[in-house]
């Protein structure tokens, strides 16, 4: 997968902070077309304390049977710093080093973060989007921002989310009296269509089947490389 380059990663905490501003103003929103998506991504990040290195894994499924088409996976030393708001400058460079090795181009891909529902309207999945130039949304299993009412119990119910007077994102009942997910669009996408897409990959399950297998991979890899690795 080619990928143009956006910016370079050597910034400070105010030069990340800027950046995360300006690019924010190029998010754009909008219904995303379910019949133009063809290949659907799931992306996760993994690291262990105590080592310098990050572990990135992608899983392509086709849409919507959500069948396996292919995984890659990257290991990158990583310095930035962890510091709430500012998670995609940790993680995204080796989330790119693994969608560089894919051979099918997703046509949508789901972050294991944030979207809109960001201090600046900046999360993970709206950075990895403008990298990409896809439509990208995020499902994180706790909330960074925003006001929202506790969906009804059962699977499929949601409730909206709200900050700064600005709807970023919903509530997500994925499974029956299991907590939801907080979702929300990042570039190319709107709530709307964040929420049906969530719903339909999470097969009976809190997580949606993207990202779900991206978490197991990218696990998996970090297990199996650690001892090689300083």
């Known amino acids: ?14 030069q990340a902070i800027a ?3 300006d690019l924010a103003k190029t998010i754009r929103i ?21 080592s310098k290195y990050f572990w990135a894994s992608v ?12 995984i890659q996976s990257a290991r990158r030393a990583g310095s930035f710093p962890y510091i709430p708001g500012l998670l995609s400058f940790r993680e ?5 080093d693994a969608c560089k ?3 099918n181009r997703p046509d949508l891909v789901i972050c294991d973060g944030q979207g809109l529902a960001h201090p600046r309207f900046f999360g993970l999945a709206c950075h990895l989007g403008l990298w990409l130039d896809v439509p990208t949304m995020g499902c994180a299993k ?32 994925t499974r029956t009296n299991v907590k939801p997910v907080f979702v929300s669009p990042g570039h190319l996408t709107d709530v709307e269509s964040a929420i049906e897409v969530i719903l339909h990959c999470s097969r009976g399950r809190r997580l949606p089947e993207p990202t779900r297998r991206a978490h197991i991979e990218v696990n998996r890899c970090r297990k199996s490389e650690l001892n ?3």
Do not use: C
Not at 59 to 70: D, K, S, T
């Open 92 to 96: 995204l460079p080796v989330i790119l």
């Open 228 to 230: 090689s690795v300083t």
């Open 30 to 50: 909008e219904t995303l077309i379910m019949d133009r998506v063809r290949f659907i991504a799931g992306v996760d990040v993994s690291t262990h304390r105590g």
């Open 19 to 21: 950046l995360q501003e």
């Open 1 to 14: 997968m080619i990928i143009k380059s956006l910016h370079n990663w050597d910034l400070d905490y105010k």
């Open 59 to 70: 899983v392509i499924l086709n849409f919507p049977e959500l069948e396996l088409v292919e």
């Open 142 to 173: 706790s909330r960074l921002v925003g006001e929202g009412n506790e969906p009804a119990k059962e699977s499929g119910s949601f409730s909206g989310l709200t900050f700064k007077n600005r709807k970023v994102g919903a509530l997500v009942r």
């Open 101 to 103: 090795k894919l051979n």
